[in-house]
Structures are given as C-alpha cells and as structure tokens.
C-alpha cells in the first residue's frame, strides 16, 4: 500500500524568510505533484514531477524530486502573505485499471507580516 | 471555460437518505475521479473511471456508487447515507489516465 506523509503539517513563517515542505513515500511511483488549496476552495496545480532529479520553479516556490529517496520537497523563498494556503504533494502510480493519486496530509502554510 | 462542474456545492443529508452528486467535465477528459477530503487526511481516492462505460474503486468506495455513461458526467450515488460520510467531495478529470488532474469546486456535505 502506497503511503504518502509531508512534514511538516502546520507551519507558520515569518515574511522575507525561507523554508522547505519534505514529502515522503513508501514505493516507487510514476509522477509526482504538489497542489495548493486556499481555505474553501478547490484544488490548483503547482508542479508535476517526472523523473529522478526533476526541478521545476515558479516564482518563490521551487519543487524537487528525488525518486532513489523516495523524497520530493516544496522550497519556499523570501515568503510573503500571498503563499498562505494549504500545500498537499501527491503520488501517481499507474495500475492496470487505471492511475491512481494518493495524496499527503497537507501542510497548512501562514506567513505572517 | 467550465472545466469540471460539481453540484450541489453544500448539501445536508439525515441518516439514511440517498442522494447524487453530480460531475461534468467540458474538456473530453477520458479519465475522471472522485475524492473525500476530511480534516487532517488529505484527499482519499473513492472511484475512477477510465472512460465511458468503465468505473473501478479507489481507497474507500463503500457507501459509494458511480457509474460512467457518457465522457462528459461522473456521478456519484450515497445509497444511504451515514454520518461517516460527511466530508468535502471533489471530483476530478484528465485528458487520460496519469495526466494532469483538474478539480472541481467542491461539494460540502453534511450528514445528520
């Protein structure tokens, strides 16, 4: 059974600092990504991941994958208010039937002024 | 663009009521899903379907019934519902299997 926990669940930070979201999984997996839910809101894609060493930035946000570690991180530049929402990673794994996301807990993000 | 459409957006239930949740998606995606979101849990995988026709079970499927008749609606059936199944449900689709998932807004639901 495929298990995926992101540490940490709750993070507060300050403005202008810097910080990184680990998530882990428990077997090999196809695809990767990182989602970002605002509270009461639907789901928006940041980042899907593909291959061991995967690398991809949008503005302060910087996604990483390394799939030896079975490890993918979230790195958060010079923060500002606007990040603040929830961050969820997910592992996609194709399956006869179908592919299936599984996804982390979530880490709630606040950045504070 | 539409994209993926639940409705209704909030809905409550009494114990033992049946009802539908609806999903329709604008953008021919083959591949369409359904998920329960519960605080501290993620988002859990209940069914999926591969295209018209083709329904499979996810992660917690019990309680849930889905069938795929067209490319476009994915509808989800409570046959009876419990207080267990109160939760935020969102329906998701791509273009196939293993490509980028859109969501839908979300379907909050309460069971009494």
């Known amino acids: 059974e495929l298990k995926v926990e992101q540490n940490p669940l709750f993070l507060s930070m300050q403005e202008g600092k810097n910080y990184t979201i680990y998530c882990n999984y428990s077997?090999?997996?196809?695809?990767l990504y990182w989602y970002r839910q605002d509270p009461g809101k639907s789901l928006e894609s940041l980042f899907v991941l593909l291959s061991n060493g995967a690398v991809k930035q949008e503005g302060r946000l910087m996604a990483s994958l390394d799939t030896k570690a079975r490890l993918s991180t979230l790195h958060i530049t010079a923060a500002v208010h606007d990040l603040s929402a929830t961050y969820f990673c997910a592992v996609e794994r194709e399956e006869t039937s179908g592919s299936r996301l599984t996804f982390g807990e979530g880490t709630q993000l606040t950045v504070n002024p | 663009n539409a994209g993926v459409t639940q409705t209704p957006k909030f809905q409550v239930l009494k114990t033992g009521q049946s009802m539908t949740l609806q999903c329709a998606q604008d953008?021919?995606?083959?591949?369409m899903s359904w998920y329960r979101q519960d605080p501290g849990m993620g988002l859990r995988l209940i069914h999926y379907s591969v295209g018209a026709g083709i329904t499979d079970q996810g992660e917690v499927p019990n309680g849930y019934n889905v069938s795929r008749s067209t490319t476009e609606d994915f509808p989800l059936r409570l046959l009876s519902a419990a207080p267990s199944q109160t939760s935020v449900y969102f329906c998701?689709?791509?273009?196939?299997?293993?490509?980028?998932?859109?969501f839908g807004q979300g379907t909050r639901l309460t069971v009494v």
């Open positions: 953008m021919n995606h083959e591949y």
């Open positions: 998701a689709s791509s273009y196939v299997s293993g490509a980028e998932a859109f």
């Open positions: 077997t090999t997996s196809d695809r």
